[in-house]
């Protein structure tokens, strides 16, 4: 039976604290990597964050770090071009990736940037989840199933994060939420709760960093 990818229940009162305490710790941008020769050692738990260009993966870390600026959030698609690892604490990774789909990008560029991205999904060990966030207003796109069919490959658990909630009307979020959960329910790596959250006025970052805290 295939779960319906309910909105993830605030959780429990521990939990939350956990989250909190995690990322009150440390944020420190290790370094962008441009090839899989250059990744960090593998040695602590890491989630990373992908998205179609201008979706709010930056915005989204930058949220849940409460540290403006540190992910670069830009009005210019497709300008965070590197993987970026950022140290959460002394137990964890952040990993901003780049932005998918963006049509103007170089095509040599998008073939160099897919060819890192599948290497580095389907290789980090240590790799415990990956968020795939999807903007409230335009829902699951093409790009967005390529990701996911490479996740699936990779059999790397990925987890829905909606993001510019406060962009939208209730009605058309949920309108946007059934054609993610017709999306997600082809895809065996999908983790069956979506998390809505908006960098902007702050609904689901406790949440999400909860769900971060969490993992094991
Ligand atoms: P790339 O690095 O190019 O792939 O983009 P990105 O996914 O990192 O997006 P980024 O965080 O740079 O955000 C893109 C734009 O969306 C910026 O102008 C942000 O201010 C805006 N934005 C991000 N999150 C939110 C949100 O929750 N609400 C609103 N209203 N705007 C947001
Ligand atoms: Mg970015």
New binding site residues.
């Given amino acids: 039976m295939q779960l319906p990818f309910p909105l993830a229940q605030e959780p429990d009162e521990p939990t939350i604290e956990l989250g909190r305490k995690l990322f009150a710790g440390d944020t420190e941008f290790v370094k962008g990597v441009v090839a899989m020769d250059g990744l960090p050692p593998a040695d602590r738990l890491e989630v990373c964050f992908a ?10 870390i ?2 849940l770090t409460g540290r403006k600026g540190l ?10 071009q590197e993987i970026n690892f950022f140290t959460q604490g002394p137990d964890l990774f952040l990993v ?1 990736l ?3 789909g ?1 049509a103007e990008a170089p095509v040599a560029v998008v073939a160099k940037w897919q060819r890192l991205l599948r290497a580095y999904l389907s290789g980090r060990q240590t790799l415990r989840r990956a968020f795939v ?1 999807i903007d409230a207003r335009h829902g699951v796109k093409a790009v967005d199933e390529e990701i996911m069919t490479l996740l699936d490959q990779s059999a790397v658990t990925f987890q829905v994060v909606m ?5 939208k009307a209730a009605a058309v979020l949920d309108k946007t939420l059934d054609q993610v959960r017709a999306a997600l329910a082809k895809h065996p790596a999908a983790y069956p709760e979506i998390v809505a ?5 702050g609904e689901g970052i406790a949440t999400l960093r909860a769900i971060i805290a969490a993992l094991d």
Wanted: aromatic fraction near 6%.
């Fill in positions: 998205g179609r260009s201008n979706v709010g993966k930056s915005s989204l930058n949220a992910a670069r959030a830009s009005n210019t698609p497709g300008r965070t901003d780049p932005g998918y963006y966030l993001t510019k909630c406060d962009k959250t908006s960098a902007e006025k």
